[in-house]
């Protein structure tokens, strides 16, 4: 009986919380690549696919470079739920699997955006994601990711 309350006054708490906080949960992001890369769009699922590196090269024959934000990132629990539609921790338990059989290993990891744009920079074929509010230059760009 005394569980019922609490929890309505878990609810209350949550709804009243400030805007900020309940906005940290709903970051937005961008994929993005050098404007180099011919390649405009992808779907979900090829993003995916991309990132768990099931796919090595883009059309144009050039290996394809994924960078990941940091696991304790809004962007990448961001990232990671809509394009994986899995949480981190599952995709860190797929890393695991995946380097001790042997077949591959996760992509490097970036701090910030800026770290992220820099690897793309450097790294023309590289593919990454930022915040949406994130600065990309003349040098980046957007790409669009279909259902």
Excluded at 29 to 43: I, S
Aim: hydrophobic share 40%; net charge positive.
């Amino acid at each position: 009986m005394l569980q019922r309350p609490f929890a309505v006054a878990a609810v209350v708490l949550l709804c009243a919380a400030p805007p900020s906080l309940r906005a940290q949960q709903e970051v937005s992001y961008r994929v993005v690549v050098h404007v180099t890369n011919p390649v405009a769009r992808l779907t979900r699922e090829q993003t995916s696919q991309i990132f768990l590196r099931k796919v090595g090269l883009w059309d144009n024959r050039q290996p394809v470079l994924p960078v990941d934000q940091p696991a304790d990132s809004p962007v990448r629990r961001a990232f990671t739920k809509q394009v994986h539609r899995r949480t981190i921790s599952a995709v860190q338990t797929y890393w695991q699997q995946q380097t001790f059989a042997g077949r591959g290993v996760a992509p490097p990891e970036r701090a910030s955006d800026a770290d992220v744009l820099s690897y793309i920079r450097q790294f023309h074929n590289g593919i990454g994601y930022v915040k949406d509010d994130a600065n990309l230059g003349s040098d980046i760009k957007v790409l669009i990711v279909t259902p």
